[in-house]
């Protein structure tokens, strides 16, 4: 069964700070890793998704790398800003029956200060 | 925008009642997916569509019952809930199963 978890489960930065949020997940058969941010009471928005054959994704001041041997990935955000403040969630699907079974992370929850 | 809609975004039922909730994707996806989130525990996943059929019930209580009659369109039917059923339900839709995942806003569930 797979498992993941994200470490730490919250933090709290002032702005501008660079940071790294954790996903450590326990089978390595994975087809690939996404990465959301969750507002309050709302759904998901997908920021990265990398596959099992990449090793890193960028997009705008958001890095993820994956290292599928050691059961890692992470998600750096540079120069942080309050509007990055949300639950960060990591979603890992691995191969079942034919099709991909999606286990999610438990989630960090950033707090940016002005 | 996601592309993913659901209704409704808020409801609240007592025990007795019988109630659906709805999502649509206009992404032209194959794959649909149901999810639970309740405070302070992981994301559930609930079910799964693949083109129509079910491929995955994660051990979920009959008093949840899944209707997908196209690829754009998921049905929750609820029936005789129970107030821990209270929790904000997720839609999400994707290509094909493992693909990228695109969530609706979701609804929040109140079951007195």
């Known amino acids: 069964k797979q498992e993941v978890t994200q470490i730490p489960a919250a933090l709290s930065v002032p702005e501008g700070e660079n940071l790294v949020l954790n996903c450590s997940f326990t089978?390595?058969?994975?087809?690939?890793l996404q990465w959301f941010r969750q507002d309050p009471g709302k759904g998901l928005t997908s920021l990265l998704l990398i596959q099992s054959s990449q090793r890193e994704q960028t997009s705008g001041r958001l890095n993820a790398s994956l290292d599928k041997s050691s059961g890692r990935s992470t998600l750096y955000i540079a120069a942080s800003q309050p509007g990055d403040s949300a639950t960060y969630l990591c979603a890992v699907p691995r191969p079942s029956g034919g099709y991909q079974k999606v286990t999610f992370g438990t989630g960090t929850k950033l707090q940016v200060i002005p | 925008e996601t592309g993913v809609t659901q209704t409704p975004r808020h409801l609240v039922m007592g025990m007795t009642n019988k109630k659906s909730l709805k999502c649509e994707q206009h992404?032209?996806?194959?794959?649909m997916y149901w999810y639970k989130q309740s405070a302070k525990k992981p994301l559930e996943l609930m079910f799964v569509?693949?083109?129509?059929?079910?491929?995955e019930n994660n051990s979920v209580p009959s008093r949840f019952s899944p209707e997908c009659p196209n690829s754009s369109h998921l049905f929750l039917h609820l029936h005789t809930l129970q107030p821990e059923d209270s929790a904000l339900y997720l839609c999400a839709s994707s290509q094909g199963s493992g693909d990228e995942q695109f969530f609706g806003p979701g609804t929040r569930l109140t079951v007195l």
């Open positions: 992404l032209g996806h194959n794959a």
């Open positions: 089978d390595s058969a994975i087809y690939n």
């Open positions: 569509y693949n083109f129509k059929e079910q491929t």
